[in-house]
């Protein structure tokens, strides 16, 4: 197996590559004495005080920069604002009561707090876990399988769901026509009268607002070493080692936007979902659904597509057993045989990624003529 980039860049390599060596290359099946020596060294891998020292992170860990804006869907005030509103309209759907900020309320982290959100009408349950929109104006593609592949596109894709807000287009532009204020402002927008496209363009704009703030961990590698307490830098030596949790969640939103099969039991009222494959029809990408960002991510329990697990420490349990057991699991999972101290340190870690959000009060709506 080749060594990680990152092996490269940690500061006193020279110390710490031997070690790095065994943790990539680890001793054959039975070889008891060499695999106590590598876990070992596994644990002394990375110190509190070389971490203080090291002037870059494995996995290219780091503050959030500048939200991405697309040409094509320029910021304003009037945009953001227009936006907002229809984020928190239920007119927007087929029943006037089912918003984009139900399953995304901004109380429990622009998630809805439900294993699997419920669908129009509180009928049925659906499939997954409402994903949160908190950074997703950094995502290459949305929702859980990636089909959207714009934040416009994602942004009218649930108004127009049967199964979601169920709206008719035509009658729901008509609804959003009739109603003076909104025409005024879409005209000042758009220099036109609402259409399902600038809708969607108007939410986007929106959501591109959510993000998150500074968080301990963002002081932390800003050159604060006291932004994060003892427990939380042993949690993050594991983050970046031994657990391996870069491998996918790297880069300054903590996710690298692949699509992965963690081998998750399927539960909730599918008998299977394809996930990514639904998208791309690649067999390698059944069961796959897309590594989320670990930013704020204690505030947008419960966790995983399914909503299979009710906190953060039933998470770190599962990565440490290895993932689940279904078929076409990643080849990255591997149990980790973590003590329950390591284990409640990679917790008080992830707890020490949130950072504050944008204030948002809630609109006042725009009344009927």
């Known amino acids: 197996m080749s060594i990680p980039r990152w092996v490269r860049r940690v500061t006193c390599a020279a110390v710490v590559f031997p070690i790095l060596v065994s943790m990539w290359n680890p001793s054959p099946a039975g070889a008891a004495d060499q695999d106590q020596k590598v876990q070992k ?25 500048a939200v991405p804006i697309p040409m094509t869907n320029l910021q304003t005030p009037a945009k953001v604002e227009l936006g907002k509103e229809l984020f928190f309209d ?70 127009v769901a049967a199964r979601e807000m169920n709206s008719d287009p035509q009658v729901m532009i008509k609804k959003i026509s009739g109603i003076p204020a909104y025409t005024e402002q879409f005209k000042q927008v758009f220099g036109e009268e609402p259409t399902l496209k600038n809708i969607g363009m108007a939410i986007a704009a929106f959501e591109r607002t959510v993000v998150t703030g500074e968080s301990a961990f963002d002081r932390y590698i800003k050159g604060d070493k ?3 307490n003892d427990q939380q830098k042993r949690g993050l030596i594991l983050f970046v080692s ?14 690298d936007s692949s699509f992965q099969n963690l081998g ?8 299977e979902d394809l996930g990514r494959y639904n998208v791309t029809k690649d067999p390698n990408d059944k ?43 990643t080849p990255k999972l591997l149990p980790l045989n973590l003590t329950d101290g390591e284990k409640k340190d990679l917790v008080a870690f992830l707890k020490g990624l949130t950072g504050p959000l944008p204030q948002v009060m809630l609109p006042q709506l725009p009344p009927r003529s």
């Not at 971490?51 to 992170?57: N, R, V």
């Not at 593609?141 to 108004?159: H, K, L, N, S």
């Not at 657990?243 to 300054?252: F, R």
Request: proline residues 8%.
């Open 41 to 65: 060294a596994r644990r002394t891998l990375i110190t509190i005080a070389t971490l203080d020292q090291m002037t870059s992170l494995p996995g290219e860990l780091g503050p959030l920069p």
């Open 90 to 159: 239920p007119r927007l759907s087929g029943n006037d009561h089912w918003a984009c900020s139900t399953c995304h309320n901004p109380s429990f982290g622009y998630t809805d707090n439900l294993p699997r959100s419920l669908g129009f009408g509180d009928e049925k349950e659906l499939g997954r876990h409402s994903p949160t929109i908190i950074n997703v104006a950094y995502n290459s593609a949305q929702f859980w399988d990636g089909r959207a592949a714009t934040m416009e596109e994602q942004a009218m894709g649930p108004i």
């Open 226 to 228: 006291q932004a994060l």
């Open 242 to 255: 031994r657990a391996a949790c870069t491998q996918c969640h790297k880069g300054a939103n903590f996710t």
């Open 264 to 271: 998750l039991p399927q539960s909730g009222p599918l008998k």
């Open 287 to 329: 069961g796959a659904f897309k590594v989320p960002s670990l930013r704020n991510i204690e505030m947008t329990a419960p966790y995983m597509h399914t909503g299979a697990f009710k906190t953060l420490e039933e998470v770190v349990e599962f990565y440490n057993q290895g993932g689940g057991s279904g078929p076409n699991k």
